[in-house]
């Protein structure tokens, strides 16, 4: 049994095929894990939903930032934007039983020796606070009440980790440091504005996995969310994010042996900033 780990797809399921196609992937018994922003911006979410939920046990994705948007948009706490490529899965037949798959999707995956988030942890996280952390919302997400979190998950404000946060302003951080997150300061302050590449970062920001004593650095943290980062292979950390999406690469690592597969989008690039 191998372990394929899978970078931002955001709806692109042709290049998902074609990077399937490029190594001996057995759907009986190998395991794909995804980072996240399965959907949205490119073609074909619909798709892309209904064949990771279809693979059950063998496929684990974490929740990314357009997932969650999808899940906003879906409840009615937020809209749909121009440049969103979500309705048809706002209007399949199954939305339902895909949104309430989605909903319950984690926040972190920890398993082996490897983490896995979409964007980040902070420096101040261990793991496994990072873990305790994300059940919070994990557990507020697949609640009765989840649309209260949905509806006040937006927002840059606090930008900083503190362990005396109550509500949803702590829930928010969280949300904001797991998906949303590039760079922060050597206190945490997160600038979640910026979307470029690492030397382009404000004064004082450095990449979130860089800041000096990170307390998840023992653990190999595996993470998409930055395209204009690209591909990031070192011990501590495993960056995936290739812009499939913007007109590169899916890629996809093997975590056995560490060997490298790539596809070149299949899909016409996008338009716009990054999200």
């Known amino acids: 049994m191998s372990t394929y780990v899978i970078g931002d797809i955001q709806g692109c399921f042709g290049s998902l095929q074609s990077l399937l196609d490029s190594f001996p992937f057995d759907f009986d018994r190998d395991r794909l894990w995804l980072v996240g922003d399965l959907v949205n911006r490119g073609p074909d979410s619909l798709a ?3 064949f990771v939920r279809d693979l059950g046990e063998r496929a684990v994705c974490v929740l990314g930032n357009h997932d969650l948007h999808l899940l906003s948009v879906a409840a009615g706490c937020s809209k749909l934007r121009d440049d969103d490529t979500l309705d048809e899965v706002l209007q399949a037949r199954d939305r339902d039983e895909l949104i309430d798959w989605l909903r319950h999707r984690p926040m972190l995956h920890l398993e082996g020796k490897y983490a ?17 952390l994300a059940h919070e ?63 382009d970062a404000p004064r004082g920001m450095l990449p979130w996995f860089d800041v000096p004593g990170r307390a998840s650095r023992a653990t190999p943290v595996i993470f998409g969310h930055w395209s204009a980062l690209g591909l990031l292979l070192r011990p501590d950390v495993i960056g995936l994010d290739t812009g ?25 690039a996008a338009t716009g900033p990054e999200q």
């Open 48 to 50: 892309t939903l209904r």
């Open 116 to 132: 896995m988030v979409h964007a980040g942890l902070l420096p101040q996280w261990s793991v496994d606070t990072a873990l305790a």
């Open 244 to 268: 499939c999406l913007w007109g590169r690469q899916l890629s996809a690592l093997r975590l056995d042996d560490a060997r490298l597969f790539q596809t070149a989008c299949a899909e016409a």
């Open 137 to 199: 919302v994990e557990n507020a997400l697949r609640g009765p009440d989840f649309e209260r979190l949905l509806s006040n998950m937006y927002g840059n404000q606090p930008d900083r980790w503190d362990a005396k946060l109550t509500g949803f302003a702590r829930l928010r951080v969280i949300v904001n440091a797991m998906t949303r997150m590039r760079v922060c300061g050597a206190d945490g302050r997160m600038d979640l504005r910026f979307k470029g590449e690492p030397g």
